[in-house]
Structure formats: C-alpha cells, structure tokens
C-alpha cells in the first residue's frame, strides 16, 4: 500500500500547528491514492502527541524517543526521519516549512536521494503522483512542479494548508524506533527572546509596521493594535535595518514568511521583497497615505490616509469589537 510520511515538530509541550497542517494534507492526498499516513515524532515528549497525530490522519505514528533527542540537533534528527523513509519506502514525504524544516528537510532528501520541492503553497495528486505549486523570484511567479521517482518529498508553508477536524476515535499504531544519537554540532542551550508573544509564522491575525511611522517612539501605536485584535507584531526591513526593532519581527525574502488570514499593513510601500513574504496571507489591509504604494495593488482593502490619526481609532474598535469575544 503506498504510504505518505509527515515529519511532526513539537515545542514547549505542544504539537506545532504546521505539523498538523502537514498531517491533514498527507490525509487529503492519501486518499485519492488509496494510502496511509505515517508521522515521524522526535523526542523525549513525542509519545504526548500520538493522539493528536492519530486524531488529525496519522495512522502510523513513529516515535523516536532517546533522552538524548530532547533538544532539535540536525544530524541525529535527520537520521531518524530518513530510517523512516528508507524502511517505509514511502511514495510522499511532507515536512512543514519552519525553520527546523527548513534544516531538516534538505539533509533528509540527501540521505535518502529524493527531489526536494520547498515551500509549497499547493499540492495536488495528477494521474496517480502529486503535483505542486510555489512560488518564485520572491513571489513574482508561481511554478508547478512535478516530481521525478520517489519519494516525492517537499516543504509545505505553514498556515496555507488547512488542519482538518480532528476525529478522537482515530488510534494509530506506534513504532518505536531507535537511532544513533551521535552529532557533530548540539545546541547547548536556548535563549527565548520573545517569551510569551506569538510566533509570526503561526499568528492568524499580524498587524505590521513600516517607516510610515516615522521613528520607534511611534512603533507602539502598531503593537497596540495588534494587541487589541490578538495579533503578532511584523515589520519592514526598512524599520529593522533602522534598529526600531529586532530582526525576529521581520517580514519579507530576507525575513518570514507569514500566511495569516488577515494581514494589515501600516505605512509600509509594499517593495517586492515585502511582497515576497507575505502575499500569500489570505486578507491584507493596507493604510498608506500614498494612493500609488504599491502596497494597494496586492491589498484586498486598503485605507488611503495618515496612520497617526487611523491607527488609535482603529484600536479602540478593535478593543470595542473584541471586548467579550475572548
Ligand atoms: C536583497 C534585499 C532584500 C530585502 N528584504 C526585505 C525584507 O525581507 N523585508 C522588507 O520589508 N524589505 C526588504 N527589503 C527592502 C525593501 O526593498 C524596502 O526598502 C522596504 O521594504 C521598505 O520598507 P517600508 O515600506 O517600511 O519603507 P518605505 O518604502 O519608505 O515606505 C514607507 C511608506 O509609508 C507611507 N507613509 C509615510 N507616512 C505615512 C503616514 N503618516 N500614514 C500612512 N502612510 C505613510 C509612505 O507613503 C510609504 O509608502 C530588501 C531589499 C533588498 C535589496
């Protein structure tokens, strides 16, 4: 029976959202080609997540679960998925498109000499194999792509692929498995530099920041509407490079990429490499105070006028809006 295998990430005790979203298309994709669904989970808190997995398409869940696999090190944890992938012979393999994903995914297509599709942004099965759809030359065209042999292995952008319902009466079987845990580099230690704020990669709602705003002393009147709608902080590298705020918030080709459903864009031009890392959110709103910013062309709605009276007005209605709704 062909079988699709999806790389499931967790962090800080929870399963992430776009290994959930992986697992969900591996279940879409699975049935028109009549094919089971393995998940591949990594570490000393994986069995946690069996359920889940199970719930959402796994029917297969392996699990590798040394004490020495607790913390992300590229080469035992690409040891492991391509065990899997080696045994399984697998016709897909679907890995999110995080940043551990992102590390992980080329080193196992390596090992097990796949071609590799990277963030993808569709995935269809055409005659019996999958087809893709991703972007290019920073999101100025989209490829199809199709895949030469097996397995057909690519990168799925995270918040574009819908999470199915989970169903609870769904168990998969676990496999445990074993790998040699031997790396040449480890990660020592980490330091969270956002503790407690939303990951732009996941946020459904991002609310970003350019030069529009003039200076940092004004960066506040964006993050205080994001925190009026439960949304993450984004800016420009214009806002960045000036040093208003980290890199981490940077939204674009040589920032994140972010799909939310709703994007609201706040006195930034909307230069390509912007484009680039956001033109796949489902809404965008742009407030600009130039009718010609490009921004507009690739905005659903768009607000032609000056932020510093907008933003505070847009605020309080959010805060009136959402007052009670959480
Ligand atoms: C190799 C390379 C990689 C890059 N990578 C990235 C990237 O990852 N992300 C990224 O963002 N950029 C990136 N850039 C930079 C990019 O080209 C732009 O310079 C940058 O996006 C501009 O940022 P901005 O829109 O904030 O500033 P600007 O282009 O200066 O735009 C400011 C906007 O604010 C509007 N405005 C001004 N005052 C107000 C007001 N009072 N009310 C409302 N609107 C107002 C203006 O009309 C203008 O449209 C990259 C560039 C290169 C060359």
Redesign the pocket.
């Known amino acids: 029976m062909p079988t699709i295998v999806t790389y499931a990430e967790h962090r800080d005790g929870r399963l992430r959202r776009p290994s959930l979203e992986a697992v969900s298309a591996a279940k879409r994709l699975a049935e028109p080609l009549k094919a089971t669904v393995q998940a591949v989970v990594i570490g000393s808190e994986g069995e946690a997540f069996i359920g889940d997995l199970g719930a959402h398409g796994a029917d297969v869940v392996h699990l590798f679960d040394q004490p020495e696999l607790a913390a992300y090190a590229t080469e035992p944890y690409a040891r492991a998925v391509a065990q899997v992938v080696s045994g399984e012979k697998p016709s897909a393999v679907l890995v999110p498109f995080t940043a551990m994903g992102k590390d992980l995914a080329p080193r196992v297509a390596a090992r097990v000499g796949a071609g590799l599709v990277s963030d993808c942004i569709a995935l269809e099965v055409k005659e019996g194999r999958l087809q893709a759809r991703r972007p290019m030359y920073a999101g100025k065209a989209y490829a199809t792509v199709r895949w030469e042999g097996e397995p057909q292995m690519a990168t799925l952008r995270p918040n574009v692929f819908p999470v199915g319902s989970p169903d609870a009466a769904r168990k998969p079987e676990v496999r445990k498995g074993t790998v040699d845990t031997t790396a040449r580099a480890k990660v020592a230690a980490l330091h969270a530099t956002a503790a407690g704020k939303l990951e732009l990669t996941e946020a459904q709602i991002i609310v970003s920041?350019?030069?529009?705003?003039?200076g940092p002393e004004n960066f506040h009147l964006v993050e205080s509407l994001a925190a009026a709608m439960g949304a993450a902080v984004g800016?420009?590298?214009?806002?960045?490079?000036a040093g208003w705020v980290d890199h981490q918030y940077?939204?674009?080709?040589?920032?994140k990429t972010v799909s939310p459903s709703l994007y609201v864009a706040?006195?930034?031009?909307?230069?390509?490499?912007?484009l680039?890392?956001m033109s796949s959110s489902k809404y965008i709103v742009a407030?600009?105070?130039?009718a010609d910013?490009p921004?507009f062309k690739v905005a659903n709605y768009g607000v032609v006028?000056?932020?510093?009276e907008?933003l505070p007005k847009l605020t309080e209605a959010a805060k009136a809006y959402f007052a009670g709704k959480r």
């Open positions: 920041g350019g030069r529009g705003l003039k800016a420009s590298r214009a806002v960045v490079d940077q939204v674009g080709q040589t920032g706040c006195g930034i031009s909307g230069a390509i490499q912007h680039a890392g407030i600009n105070k130039d910013a921004i006028g000056d932020l510093f907008l």
